[in-house]
Protein backbone atom coordinates (compact mmCIF):
# COMPACT_ATOMS: atom_id res chain seq x y z
CA UNK A 1 0.00 0.00 0.00
CA UNK A 2 1.16 3.28 -1.32
CA UNK A 3 2.02 6.21 1.28
CA UNK A 4 -0.69 8.16 -0.43
CA UNK A 5 -3.27 5.75 -0.14
CA UNK A 6 -2.53 5.01 4.01
CA UNK A 7 -3.09 9.15 3.92
CA UNK A 8 -6.07 9.03 2.26
CA UNK A 9 -7.16 6.36 4.57
CA UNK A 10 -6.30 8.66 7.73
CA UNK A 11 -7.84 11.59 6.23
CA UNK A 12 -11.05 9.61 5.28
CA UNK A 13 -11.16 8.06 9.14
CA UNK A 14 -10.52 11.67 10.67
CA UNK A 15 -12.91 13.39 8.83
CA UNK A 16 -15.56 10.59 9.65
CA UNK A 17 -14.94 11.27 13.42
CA UNK A 18 -14.92 14.88 13.32
CA UNK A 19 -18.26 14.38 11.97
CA UNK A 20 -19.56 11.95 14.21
CA UNK A 21 -18.42 14.11 17.22
CA UNK A 22 -19.93 16.98 15.89
CA UNK A 23 -22.80 15.47 15.50
CA UNK A 24 -23.29 14.17 19.03
CA UNK A 25 -22.33 17.70 20.03
CA UNK A 26 -25.80 18.41 18.44
CA UNK A 27 -27.77 16.15 19.85
CA UNK A 28 -26.35 16.23 23.19
CA UNK A 29 -27.66 19.97 23.10
CA UNK A 30 -30.97 19.39 22.01
CA UNK A 31 -31.98 16.30 23.64
CA UNK A 32 -30.25 17.61 26.93
CA UNK A 33 -32.08 17.12 30.16
CA UNK A 34 -31.50 19.62 32.77
CA UNK A 35 -30.74 17.69 35.98
CA UNK A 36 -31.64 20.07 38.99
CA UNK A 37 -28.23 19.92 41.29
CA UNK A 38 -30.91 19.48 44.37
CA UNK A 39 -31.84 16.15 43.47
CA UNK A 40 -28.40 14.55 44.71
CA UNK A 41 -28.16 16.44 48.09
CA UNK A 42 -31.67 15.26 48.83
CA UNK A 43 -30.63 11.88 47.59
CA UNK A 44 -27.66 11.62 49.88
CA UNK A 45 -30.06 12.24 52.55
CA UNK A 46 -32.32 9.42 52.41
CA UNK A 47 -31.85 6.15 53.20
CA UNK A 48 -30.57 4.23 50.58
CA UNK A 49 -32.51 1.03 50.85
CA UNK A 50 -34.73 1.70 47.96
CA UNK A 51 -36.98 -0.16 49.34
CA UNK A 52 -39.98 1.41 48.15
CA UNK A 53 -41.77 2.55 51.08
CA UNK A 54 -41.93 5.75 50.02
CA UNK A 55 -43.82 4.66 46.94
CA UNK A 56 -41.07 5.08 43.90
CA UNK A 57 -39.22 2.93 42.19
CA UNK A 58 -36.37 3.96 44.52
CA UNK A 59 -34.40 7.03 46.58
CA UNK A 60 -33.36 8.77 43.19
CA UNK A 61 -36.77 8.34 42.17
CA UNK A 62 -38.28 9.66 45.20
CA UNK A 63 -35.55 12.62 45.51
CA UNK A 64 -36.45 13.61 41.69
CA UNK A 65 -39.94 13.57 42.85
CA UNK A 66 -39.30 15.84 46.53
CA UNK A 67 -37.50 18.29 44.17
CA UNK A 68 -40.58 18.50 41.57
CA UNK A 69 -42.25 18.92 44.53
CA UNK A 70 -44.79 15.73 43.67
CA UNK A 71 -43.14 14.28 47.48
CA UNK A 72 -42.92 15.76 50.86
CA UNK A 73 -39.76 16.09 52.61
CA UNK A 74 -40.54 13.53 54.81
CA UNK A 75 -41.85 11.15 52.54
CA UNK A 76 -38.53 8.34 53.54
CA UNK A 77 -39.63 6.15 56.86
CA UNK A 78 -36.01 4.67 57.08
CA UNK A 79 -34.43 8.32 56.65
CA UNK A 80 -36.29 9.35 59.97
CA UNK A 81 -36.90 12.93 61.46
CA UNK A 82 -33.02 13.71 60.76
CA UNK A 83 -33.64 12.77 57.24
CA UNK A 84 -36.62 14.80 57.00
CA UNK A 85 -34.73 18.11 58.43
CA UNK A 86 -32.21 17.71 55.85
CA UNK A 87 -34.37 17.30 53.61
CA UNK A 88 -36.26 20.32 54.38
CA UNK A 89 -33.39 22.11 55.26
CA UNK A 90 -32.28 21.82 51.36
CA UNK A 91 -35.69 22.54 49.97
CA UNK A 92 -35.73 26.00 52.24
CA UNK A 93 -39.24 24.56 53.79
CA UNK A 94 -40.24 22.64 57.50
CA UNK A 95 -40.10 19.04 57.57
CA UNK A 96 -43.71 19.13 59.61
CA UNK A 97 -44.50 16.61 62.18
CA UNK A 98 -42.91 13.22 61.74
CA UNK A 99 -44.38 10.09 63.13
CA UNK A 100 -41.82 7.14 63.40
CA UNK A 101 -43.51 4.02 62.83
CA UNK A 102 -43.16 0.26 63.03
CA UNK A 103 -43.84 -3.25 61.71
CA UNK A 104 -46.51 -4.85 63.71
CA UNK A 105 -48.04 -8.40 62.73
CA UNK A 106 -51.32 -8.44 63.31
CA UNK A 107 -51.93 -12.08 64.68
CA UNK A 108 -51.65 -13.82 68.82
CA UNK A 109 -51.56 -17.45 66.67
CA UNK A 110 -48.70 -18.82 68.28
CA UNK A 111 -48.14 -22.42 67.87
CA UNK A 112 -49.71 -23.50 71.12
CA UNK A 113 -52.90 -21.44 69.98
CA UNK A 114 -53.48 -23.33 66.43
CA UNK A 115 -53.42 -26.92 65.94
CA UNK A 116 -51.65 -28.60 62.92
CA UNK A 117 -54.01 -29.56 59.87
CA UNK A 118 -51.46 -31.59 57.92
CA UNK A 119 -47.81 -32.24 57.50
CA UNK A 120 -46.50 -29.74 54.54
CA UNK A 121 -43.01 -31.62 52.30
CA UNK A 122 -42.88 -28.40 49.66
CA UNK A 123 -40.98 -24.93 49.45
CA UNK A 124 -40.67 -24.00 52.65
CA UNK A 125 -42.51 -20.19 52.59
CA UNK A 126 -44.90 -18.95 53.45
CA UNK A 127 -45.91 -17.82 49.43
CA UNK A 128 -45.94 -21.42 48.45
CA UNK A 129 -48.26 -22.87 51.75
CA UNK A 130 -50.56 -19.95 51.40
CA UNK A 131 -51.49 -21.63 48.00
CA UNK A 132 -51.65 -25.65 49.36
CA UNK A 133 -54.95 -27.01 50.55
CA UNK A 134 -56.45 -25.68 53.38
CA UNK A 135 -54.24 -21.84 52.59
CA UNK A 136 -51.75 -23.17 55.27
CA UNK A 137 -50.94 -25.97 57.36
CA UNK A 138 -52.62 -25.28 60.80
CA UNK A 139 -56.31 -24.36 62.14
CA UNK A 140 -57.06 -20.71 61.49
CA UNK A 141 -56.44 -19.66 57.99
CA UNK A 142 -56.26 -16.36 58.49
CA UNK A 143 -53.11 -16.60 60.73
CA UNK A 144 -49.13 -16.33 60.62
CA UNK A 145 -48.07 -18.69 58.46
CA UNK A 146 -44.87 -19.55 60.37
CA UNK A 147 -42.03 -20.16 57.67
CA UNK A 148 -40.64 -16.33 57.44
CA UNK A 149 -40.90 -14.88 54.56
CA UNK A 150 -40.70 -11.45 55.95
CA UNK A 151 -37.77 -12.30 58.53
CA UNK A 152 -35.59 -13.08 55.14
CA UNK A 153 -36.83 -9.58 53.38
CA UNK A 154 -35.83 -7.77 56.85
CA UNK A 155 -32.32 -6.48 56.14
CA UNK A 156 -32.57 -4.94 59.67
CA UNK A 157 -32.89 -7.98 61.10
CA UNK A 158 -35.90 -6.98 63.04
CA UNK A 159 -38.22 -9.76 62.68
CA UNK A 160 -37.87 -13.18 64.00
CA UNK A 161 -39.65 -16.38 64.25
CA UNK A 162 -40.98 -17.00 67.76
CA UNK A 163 -43.40 -20.44 68.56
CA UNK A 164 -44.06 -20.34 64.88
CA UNK A 165 -45.56 -16.55 64.42
CA UNK A 166 -43.14 -13.47 63.28
CA UNK A 167 -42.38 -11.10 65.58
CA UNK A 168 -41.40 -7.71 65.05
CA UNK A 169 -38.73 -6.22 67.49
CA UNK A 170 -39.97 -2.71 66.81
CA UNK A 171 -36.66 -0.95 68.11
CA UNK A 172 -34.67 -2.19 65.79
CA UNK A 173 -37.53 -1.63 62.53
CA UNK A 174 -37.13 0.99 59.91
CA UNK A 175 -40.41 1.01 58.22
CA UNK A 176 -39.14 0.24 54.89
CA UNK A 177 -42.56 -1.46 54.61
CA UNK A 178 -40.18 -4.56 52.56
CA UNK A 179 -42.33 -7.34 55.31
CA UNK A 180 -45.62 -5.67 54.53
CA UNK A 181 -44.93 -7.00 51.00
CA UNK A 182 -43.32 -10.07 51.99
CA UNK A 183 -46.75 -11.43 53.32
CA UNK A 184 -49.43 -13.31 51.93
CA UNK A 185 -51.80 -13.02 54.51
CA UNK A 186 -51.41 -9.46 54.54
CA UNK A 187 -50.91 -9.44 58.75
CA UNK A 188 -48.46 -6.56 58.63
CA UNK A 189 -49.33 -3.57 58.74
CA UNK A 190 -47.28 -0.18 59.73
CA UNK A 191 -48.57 1.39 62.87
CA UNK A 192 -47.01 4.42 64.82
CA UNK A 193 -44.08 3.44 66.76
CA UNK A 194 -45.46 4.62 70.21
CA UNK A 195 -49.03 3.03 70.06
CA UNK A 196 -48.85 1.18 73.20
CA UNK A 197 -52.57 -0.75 72.17
CA UNK A 198 -52.69 -3.36 69.63
CA UNK A 199 -54.91 -5.13 67.96
CA UNK A 200 -53.01 -9.03 67.50
CA UNK A 201 -55.56 -10.57 64.96
CA UNK A 202 -57.39 -10.39 61.73
CA UNK A 203 -59.76 -13.34 61.50
CA UNK A 204 -62.71 -12.25 60.16
CA UNK A 205 -65.39 -15.27 61.20
CA UNK A 206 -67.18 -14.96 64.39
CA UNK A 207 -67.57 -16.01 68.13
CA UNK A 208 -66.93 -19.82 68.37
CA UNK A 209 -66.08 -20.21 64.78
CA UNK A 210 -63.15 -18.25 65.65
CA UNK A 211 -63.00 -20.40 68.95
CA UNK A 212 -63.29 -23.79 67.49
CA UNK A 213 -59.30 -22.55 65.26
CA UNK A 214 -57.32 -20.44 67.47
CA UNK A 215 -57.59 -19.64 71.14
CA UNK A 216 -56.22 -16.28 70.98
CA UNK A 217 -58.57 -14.97 68.20
CA UNK A 218 -61.06 -11.85 68.03
CA UNK A 219 -64.83 -12.77 68.91
CA UNK A 220 -66.28 -9.76 67.16
CA UNK A 221 -68.14 -9.04 70.76
CA UNK A 222 -67.71 -5.40 70.62
CA UNK A 223 -67.10 -5.12 74.32
CA UNK A 224 -63.74 -2.59 73.04
CA UNK A 225 -66.20 -0.43 70.86
CA UNK A 226 -68.68 -0.05 73.83
CA UNK A 227 -66.05 0.60 76.36
CA UNK A 228 -63.88 3.21 74.56
CA UNK A 229 -64.77 6.57 75.49
CA UNK A 230 -63.23 8.25 72.33
CA UNK A 231 -64.81 6.18 69.39
CA UNK A 232 -61.21 5.15 68.64
CA UNK A 233 -62.31 1.40 68.61
CA UNK A 234 -64.79 -0.01 66.00
CA UNK A 235 -65.63 -4.14 64.92
CA UNK A 236 -65.71 -4.46 61.65
CA UNK A 237 -65.75 -7.40 59.24
CA UNK A 238 -65.64 -8.98 62.80
CA UNK A 239 -62.27 -7.60 63.82
CA UNK A 240 -61.49 -4.89 66.13
CA UNK A 241 -59.22 -2.01 64.87
CA UNK A 242 -58.22 0.99 66.51
CA UNK A 243 -58.10 4.61 64.84
CA UNK A 244 -54.41 6.18 66.85
CA UNK A 245 -55.40 9.35 65.60
CA UNK A 246 -57.86 9.18 68.20
CA UNK A 247 -56.65 6.70 71.08
CA UNK A 248 -56.17 8.41 74.31
CA UNK A 249 -54.30 5.07 75.59
CA UNK A 250 -56.70 4.90 78.61
CA UNK A 251 -56.10 0.98 78.24
CA UNK A 252 -60.29 -0.24 78.44
CA UNK A 253 -60.17 -1.94 75.68
CA UNK A 254 -57.46 -4.28 76.02
CA UNK A 255 -58.80 -4.39 80.27
CA UNK A 256 -62.21 -5.64 78.84
CA UNK A 257 -61.50 -7.64 75.25
CA UNK A 258 -62.53 -11.09 76.73
CA UNK A 259 -59.57 -13.02 74.70
CA UNK A 260 -57.09 -10.83 74.99
CA UNK A 261 -56.01 -10.36 71.64
CA UNK A 262 -55.70 -6.26 72.17
CA UNK A 263 -52.37 -6.79 73.47
CA UNK A 264 -50.47 -3.69 75.81
CA UNK A 265 -47.11 -2.39 74.03
CA UNK A 266 -44.83 -0.48 76.96
Do not use: W
Not at 58 to 65: E, H, M, T
Amino acid sequence: MSLANILTATAVVAGVGIVIAILLSIAEKVFHVKVDEREAEVSECLAGNNCGACGYAGCDALAKAIVNGDAPVNACPPAGKTGADKIAAIMGTSAGEFVRQTAFVRCSGTSDKRKPTYNYFGTRSCKSVNVAPGDGTRTCNFGCLGYGDCVHVCDNKAIRLINGKAVVESEHCIACGKCVKACPKGLIELIPYDSKYRVQCVNRLKGKAVRVNCEAGCIACGMCQRNCPSGAVTVENNIAKIDYNKCTGCGLCAEKCPTKVIKVFE
